[in-house]
C-alpha cells in the first residue's frame, strides 16, 4: 500500500514536471530533470540528462549541448525525452537509456533487452594494457607478424573491436555464452567496418575447461588473450546497484563463490589454446590478487605475472605470459 502511495506520488510530481518543462530551452530542461533525479536518488544526475539530451538531439557528446543551450525541443523530441527521462527514474542504465555508449573512442551500440554487459571506464585500460602487449610482441617477432587475439565473454564487442581498430593485423576470435552479445558484437564490428577481422560465436566455458558451441583447429594458437570475466563474489550480486542488478545480465557479473571461478578455469586452461610467449591479460577484483597469483604458481605454465592499477589507482588487471 505504501509502494501504490509513492508511486503514485511519483507519477503526480513527475506530471507537474512535464508541464513545467514543456516548451523549455536545452539548459532550462538540464537544470530542472538534474533537479528531479537528484530527488529520487539517480545517480550521475546531470551527466545522466546530458547524455539523454544529447542523444536526442543526435550531438555527438556531451560537449556539443553547450552548442544548441537555447533550442528548445520539438514535440517529437520532447516526448522521447520523456520516455528516456522515465527510464531512468526507474535506473535504468544511461547506456539502455541512449542505446549506446562511447568505448575507446568508439560508438558501440548498447542492448538492454535482452540485456549485453555494459563495459566500464576501467577495462579502457585493458584495452591499453593488451594494445602494449601486442606492440611487444611485435616487435619480438617482426613486421609481418600477423597477432592472433582470443577474448572470453566479448559482451557489446568493446575490448575486441577496440583492439582492431589500434592494430591494423590483428585478427580476434570471440565467444560468449550470452547469444544476445554474440549478435550486439556482430552488429557493432560491421558498423565500425571491423567485421573482416573479428569472429563472434556462442559458446559457454566450463568449469572443466570444455568450452561448448565452439571449436578451434589445433593447428591454431593463438598470441594473446583478453577476458573482463565475471569476478564478482556471488553472495554480493544482490547488494549491487539498482543500475546493475536490475538491468544487468547477471551471468557477466557472478563470478561464484569468491569470484574466481571463470578466472581460474581461464588461467588453467589457457595453456592449451596459446602459443609459447603468449600473454593473458584479466580484469579482476583487487581482492582475488593473492589467491590468481597462486592458481597461476600452481599451473606452472606461467613465465611470471604482474599486476596493473586502472585509471583509478586499484589493482585491477592480472598480466601472465605462457612458458
Same mark, same amino acid.
Given at each position: &500500500?505504501?509502494?501504490?502511495?509513492?508511486? &503514485?506520488?511519483?507519477?503526480?510530481?513527475?506530471?507537474? #514536471?512535464?508541464?513545467?518543462?514543456?516548451?523549455?530551452?536545452?539548459?532550462?530542461?538540464?537544470?530542472?530533470?538534474?533537479?528531479?533525479?537528484?530527488?529520487?536518488?539517480?545517480? *550521475?544526475?546531470?551527466?545522466?540528462?546530458?547524455?539523454?539530451?544529447?542523444?536526442?538531439?543526435?550531438?555527438?557528446?556531451?560537449?556539443?549541448?553547450?552548442?544548441?543551450?537555447?533550442?528548445?525541443?520539438?514535440?517529437? *523530441?520532447?516526448?522521447?525525452? @520523456?520516455?528516456?527521462?522515465? /527510464?531512468?527514474?526507474?535506473?535504468?542504465?544511461?547506456?539502455?537509456?541512449?542505446?549506446?555508449?562511447?568505448?575507446?573512442?568508439?560508438?558501440?551500440? &548498447? $542492448?538492454? $533487452?535482452?540485456?549485453?554487459?555494459?563495459?566500464?571506464?576501467?577495462?579502457?585500460?585493458? =584495452?591499453?594494457?593488451?594494445? *602494449?602487449? =601486442?606492440?611487444?610482441?611485435?616487435?619480438?617477432?617482426?613486421?609481418?607478424?600477423?597477432?592472433?587475439?582470443?577474448?572470453?565473454? +566479448?559482451?557489446?564487442?568493446?575490448?575486441?573491436?577496440?583492439? #582492431?581498430?589500434?592494430?591494423?593485423?590483428?585478427?580476434? &576470435?570471440?565467444?560468449?555464452?550470452?547469444?544476445?552479445?554474440?549478435?550486439? $558484437?556482430?552488429?557493432?564490428?560491421?558498423?565500425?567496418?571491423?567485421?573482416?577481422?573479428?569472429?563472434?560465436?556462442?559458446?559457454?566455458?566450463?568449469?572443466?575447461?570444455?568450452?561448448?558451441?565452439?571449436?578451434?583447429?589445433?593447428?591454431?594458437?593463438?598470441?594473446? @588473450?583478453?577476458?573482463?570475466?565475471?569476478?564478482?563474489?556471488?553472495?554480493?550480486?544482490?547488494?549491487?546497484?539498482? *543500475?546493475?542488478?536490475?538491468?544487468?545480465?547477471?551471468?557477466? /557479473?557472478?563470478?561464484?563463490?569468491?569470484?574466481?571461478?571463470?578466472?581460474?578455469?581461464?588461467?588453467?586452461?589457457?595453456?592449451?589454446?596459446?602459443?609459447?610467449?603468449?600473454?593473458?591479460? @584479466?580484469?579482476?577484483?583487487?581482492?582475488?590478487?593473492?589467491?590468481?597469483? /597462486?592458481?597461476?604458481?600452481?599451473?606452472?605454465?606461467?613465465?611470471?605475472? $604482474? =599486476?596493473?592499477?586502472?585509471?583509478?589507482?586499484?589493482?585491477?588487471?592480472?598480466?601472465?605470459? +605462457?612458458?
Amino acid at each position: &500500500m505504501i509502494h501504490s502511495y509513492r508511486a &503514485m506520488l511519483s507519477r503526480i510530481h513527475a506530471s507537474a #514536471l512535464n508541464r513545467h518543462t514543456s516548451g523549455k530551452a536545452v539548459k532550462h530542461l538540464i537544470q530542472c530533470w538534474t533537479k528531479k533525479f537528484e530527488e529520487n536518488q539517480v545517480p *550521475e544526475a546531470e551527466i545522466s540528462i546530458k547524455h539523454i539530451i544529447s542523444s536526442i538531439l543526435g550531438l555527438q557528446n556531451v560537449t556539443r549541448l553547450d552548442t544548441v543551450r537555447n533550442q528548445i525541443l520539438t514535440d517529437d *523530441e520532447y516526448h522521447r525525452l @520523456l520516455v528516456k527521462t522515465d /527510464l531512468r527514474l526507474k535506473r535504468m542504465p544511461v547506456q539502455y537509456v541512449i542505446g549506446e555508449w562511447d568505448f575507446c573512442g568508439l560508438t558501440m551500440k &548498447m $542492448s538492454q $533487452s535482452p540485456s549485453v554487459f555494459i563495459p566500464r571506464p576501467e577495462t579502457e585500460d585493458l =584495452v591499453s594494457i593488451a594494445s *602494449e602487449l =601486442v606492440h611487444q610482441l611485435t616487435a619480438e617477432e617482426g613486421n609481418l607478424f600477423k597477432p592472433y587475439c582470443f577474448e572470453i565473454g +566479448c559482451g557489446s564487442g568493446a575490448i575486441s573491436l577496440a583492439l #582492431l581498430s589500434r592494430h591494423d593485423k590483428l585478427r580476434c &576470435m570471440a565467444i560468449d555464452a550470452n547469444p544476445a552479445a554474440v549478435s550486439l $558484437s556482430r552488429l557493432n564490428s560491421e558498423l565500425l567496418g571491423l567485421a573482416d577481422r573479428a569472429s563472434f560465436s556462442i559458446a559457454k566455458l566450463e568449469d572443466d575447461g570444455a568450452i561448448h558451441g565452439f571449436s578451434t583447429p589445433d593447428s591454431i594458437k593463438y598470441d594473446i @588473450l583478453v577476458s573482463n570475466p565475471p569476478y564478482i563474489p556471488t553472495g554480493e550480486i544482490s547488494g549491487l546497484e539498482p *543500475e546493475i542488478f536490475r538491468y544487468e545480465d547477471h551471468l557477466a /557479473l557472478d563470478g561464484g563463490p569468491d569470484g574466481t571461478r571463470l578466472i581460474e578455469t581461464i588461467i588453467r586452461n589457457s595453456p592449451k589454446w596459446l602459443r609459447g610467449g603468449a600473454f593473458i591479460v @584479466l580484469e579482476i577484483d583487487p581482492r582475488q590478487t593473492k589467491i590468481i597469483q /597462486l592458481i597461476s604458481q600452481d599451473c606452472g605454465s606461467y613465465a611470471g605475472i $604482474s =599486476v596493473r592499477k586502472d585509471c583509478f589507482g586499484v589493482d585491477r588487471f592480472v598480466v601472465l605470459r +605462457c612458458k
